[in-house]
């Protein structure tokens, strides 16, 4: 464990960041938590605030800092609408990363990040056998949705409405792919992520399914890890690079054009936090560097390099469609266009909702360690949807997936929740 004179020391390393902000408050104006909380240590202002306090003195309370720092989205809506380009997002992994070495991970962070998500087999092996026997502790609530609950109060589920793990998922169903390109003249790398892996290998499918019907050539190769934003957000920086450099082993080297995934956050991630946060062997870092570079969400990969013909809608029987923007594709890419263009290629009728932008109160680890405030960021994404008319969401992001089922399976209003590339996949049949 670090001592606390050196935990001093490391924040220093960030007065340069954090001397960018004015306190202007556009932060607070945009904060999701804040809005619910109207608490200045939950919006960014604060906390940098607090952060710069501390890099003068030795820190008296670093359980309650760390308890401060955690009680975030990283939804980075802050960052996207900084007046002075503040790199919010950075400091707080960064800051994370610092008190995590002061602390040291909890044994159960540990056994999870470095016991399992470093472990694929092992990894998979246990998901598997989970759903093999999930049906013993869960039950139904909602067909549509597919959402099940608890059948026992059991510690992480409480009362969540949450989809089940997938009886066969994707990666049985494609262990590996490796065809050369078609008449689109394109070849990709595919990065299915773990979710969409063990939750919602349909996403998976759909998207072989469009690949191959637009002639793009597919390399899904065998033994892919988790992309690393769960141990990221942890401050679990040894794991990170563990499992970038096990990733760069199956995709380095390879022949292709881009490299797409359907989970926003597996995108923003291997765009934008692998080059920025990698910390391990130095010689890995052009490799990994030019795959960020390569790296694409599906959305915006079919928006822009494949033909996409726009159908007039063909009214209700089709169904009508609200679209919500990921924070990791809107607030870190700045990608919502493509996706609505898939969507209205459906010949759906397309509705916008009230704030489609605003983030669902997901944040991953957030939703385990502050569900409560994040099912109130949720009820009012579920609200907009609802308030929308239409009878199915879409978004690009499993996480957000996850979240909308729950909050939606509350109420039920016979709204379904749906990836962009299913509903795609299914207009092209």
Not at 225 to 251: W, Y
Request: hydrophobic letters at 40%; glycine letters at 8%; charged letters at 20%.
């Amino acid at each position: 464990m670090t001592d606390i004179h050196k935990l001093a020391e490391m924040f220093t390393k960030l007065d340069d960041q954090l001397v960018n902000c004015m306190r202007c408050g556009m932060c607070q104006a945009v904060c999701p938590l804040f809005k619910e909380t109207g608490r200045e240590t939950d919006v960014t202002r604060g906390k940098l605030a607090l952060l710069q306090g501390l890099t003068s003195e030795l820190l008296h309370d670093p359980e309650g800092i760390n308890e401060t720092l955690n009680r975030c989205l990283l939804c980075g809506t802050c960052q996207s609408n900084c007046p002075s380009g503040v790199r919010v997002i950075d400091i707080f992994l960064e800051a994370r990363a610092i008190m995590t070495g002061y602390f040291g991970l909890s044994p159960v962070k540990k056994a999870i990040f470095r016991g399992m998500l470093s472990n694929p087999r092992l990894f998979n092996t246990l998901t598997s056998l989970g759903s093999k026997f999930q049906g013993i502790f869960t039950k139904k609530v909602d067909d549509l949705l597919g959402s099940s609950c608890a059948r026992f109060n059991a510690p992480v589920v409480a009362d969540r409405h949450f989809n089940s793990l997938a009886t066969r998922p994707f990666r049985k169903i494609f262990p590996q792919l490796d065809s050369p390109a078609g008449s689109s003249g394109l070849r990709v790398a595919f990065f299915p992520g773990c979710v969409v892996d063990k939750m919602y290998p349909q996403v998976g499918e759909a998207v072989v399914k469009i690949l191959k019907k637009k002639e793009v050539g597919i390399f899904l190769p065998a033994g892919q890890a988790c992309c690393g934003i769960p141990v990221l957000t942890s401050g679990d920086r040894q794991t990170f690079d563990h499992l970038i450099e096990m990733n760069l082993k199956v995709f380095a080297g390879r022949d292709f054009d881009y490299l797409v995934t359907p989970c926003a956050s597996c995108t923003s991630t291997i765009k934008e936090l692998w080059p920025q946060m990698y910390g391990g062997n130095r010689e890995n870092l052009a490799d990994i560097v030019a795959l960020g570079e390569k790296t694409r969400d599906i959305t915006e990969f079919l928006a822009d390099h494949c033909p996409v013909s726009l159908h007039e809608p063909a009214g209700e029987e089709n169904g009508s469609v609200t679209y919500h923007d990921p924070c990791h594709l809107k607030n870190a890419l700045g990608i919502t266009a493509q996706p609505r263009t898939l969507l209205k290629a459906t010949g759906r009728v397309f509705i916008e909702m009230n704030e489609a932008g605003t983030c669902c109160g997901c944040g991953g680890s957030f939703n385990v360690a502050h569900y409560e405030l994040s099912k109130k960021i949720g009820a009012r994404k579920a609200d907009n949807i609802v308030d929308s008319g239409a009878k199915t969401v879409a978004t690009s992001c499993p996480a957000c997936m996850m979240q909308m089922t729950d909050m939606l399976s509350r109420r039920d209003k016979g709204i379904a929740v749906k990836h962009v590339v299913e509903l795609y996949a299914d207009s092209l049949e």
